[in-house]
């Protein structure tokens, strides 16, 4: 693969933030191809014509160690493709801890890899309802904007709370790097590039605000020109692309948005969850009321000593209900209230195991049936069920522009139940209340 015309290879932390980075990028004229993993030569020759490449990651929910041994030859790897810019790409929201999705050991690696002496670090993405001011962190939440350690969902994480929104004092908890901070007022000001450069010596870590389209416009330009002047690697959010297509624009490097066609209504859906999100609680409570019938899901039972015997059962109930011409959705919560979460975490892997049980039942729902459509709901779970139904790589079929970071996507790979499967990945703050009948329905809105 000609690698000299990638403007951008990203690792995503986890299977629906790297989905979201895509749509950001193939949205915008910026054609993308995502992969389970580093993909051999053949595989990547089939996406030639791609000017990013990304591999999807789980390093959000993975240790340090595991950081070390994993993400170095990803990132390697990523490295020799010489794109203009290599992202590791984090969520918006920003929830790591010391011990679990590290962020700042992940930069780190990064940094060394790439020899390089500062690294910019992006996270608001106003497309996302994602913002940051003077170093702190804000999101939004059924209308309201609240700051991260007071939201009402991330600063209640089951596995990652946010209780901070001081990014640079929250990064100093995970590194020893010193972080400097490119505010509103620098950013805005006419020596600018001056400024920031200033800050880059003296920093191994520089936070870019991003509050507005015009800050976001403003940070482009110094990802960019900071790029060409002391190293290629970023971190951040996909405000990273947000802020990167802003200035490739106006140097002429894509061109406008392309359409997508919409791919129509399925009659059936299937649908696992491993949310515990009051918002996938919403939209699974809409979705019953609109085609769908719930399944639920004993989380200690699919991690269990009697995994199989229980992946069997969710296997058998989702097929009776398909079968009446139903959409499904198998879920191991209804919001907080229901969250098992302090017992699964008594078990050791169970997390994982979890999310991979839910990949087995869709993948045999899907072979069963011949679902041609389907959705894995929750962040960490998709990282560990996509990899069940041997899928190997992922390209954009529709973006939501109305709610970004989950869109409908196409499934690639050697295996033929799941080689052109059309399916979308939502993390759990993602979406309307109506996205799983939007999706089954294949509209953009």
Request: glycine content about 10%; charged content about 20%.
């Amino acid at each position: 693969m000609a690698t000299g015309n990638l403007l951008i290879s990203y690792y995503g932390d986890d299977f629906t933030g790297s989905t979201d980075v895509m749509e950001a990028l193939a949205s915008n004229g910026v054609p993308t191809a995502l992969f389970l993993g580093i993909p051999d030569a053949v595989l990547l020759e089939r996406f030639s014509q791609c000017r990013a490449i990304g591999i999807a990651g789980t390093s959000r929910s993975e240790t340090p160690e595991w950081m070390q041994q994993h993400l170095v030859p990803a990132l390697r790897w990523l490295k020799g493709l010489k794109a203009q810019i290599c992202h590791y790409k984090v969520c918006s929201t920003f929830d790591s801890s010391p011990r679990i999705g590290n962020i700042g050991k992940a930069i780190e690696i990064g940094r060394e890899l790439f020899s390089q002496s500062s690294v910019p670090v992006v996270v608001g993405a106003p497309q996302l309802k994602r913002y940051t001011a003077f170093g702190h962190l804000f999101a939004a939440y059924q209308g309201r904007v609240y700051r991260i350690d007071r939201h009402p969902v991330m600063s209640r994480h089951p596995v990652t709370p946010m209780d901070e929104a001081d990014l640079a004092l929250h990064l100093g908890k995970q590194t020893s790097l010193p972080v400097s901070l490119v505010d509103l007022v620098t950013l805005a000001a006419t020596d600018a590039d001056d400024r920031v450069d200033e800050h880059a010596a003296t920093a191994g870590i520089m936070l870019i605000d991003v509050d507005s389209a015009e800050t976001q416009a403003a940070a482009g330009t110094q990802l960019w020109r900071r790029a060409a002047k002391d190293g290629s690697f970023v971190a951040g959010s996909s405000g990273v692309e947000y802020a990167l297509l802003n200035a490739w624009r106006r140097e002429g490097l894509i061109g406008e948005c392309p359409d997508f066609a919409l791919p129509g209504k399925v009659e059936r859906l299937a649908v696992v969850s491993g949310s515990v999100s009051p918002t996938t609680e919403r939209q699974i409570r809409h979705a019953m009321t609109d085609g769908f019938d719930g399944i639920d899901l004993d989380p200690l039972a699919l991690t269990g000593e009697s995994a199989d015997r229980a992946i069997e059962d969710a296997v058998n109930a989702g097929i009776g209900r398909l079968k009446t011409g139903r959409s499904v959705i198998l879920h191991t919560a209804l919001g907080p209230s229901a969250d098992r979460g302090s017992a699964i975490d008594r078990v050791p892997d169970a997390r994982h195991r979890l999310g991979q049980a839910l990949g087995i039942i869709l993948r045999r729902l899907v072979e069963g049936e011949k679902l041609s459509r389907a959705v894995i709901a929750g962040g960490d779970t998709s990282s560990h069920a996509l990899k069940e139904l041997r899928v190997e790589a992922l390209t954009t079929l529709l973006p939501l522009p109305q709610t970004p970071g989950s869109p409908l996507c196409v499934a690639h790979g050697s295996y033929a139940p799941t080689n052109g499967l059309q399916i979308a990945l939502k993390g759990g703050q993602v979406g309307t209340d109506g996205y799983f009948p939007q999706i089954r329905d294949g509209r953009s809105a």
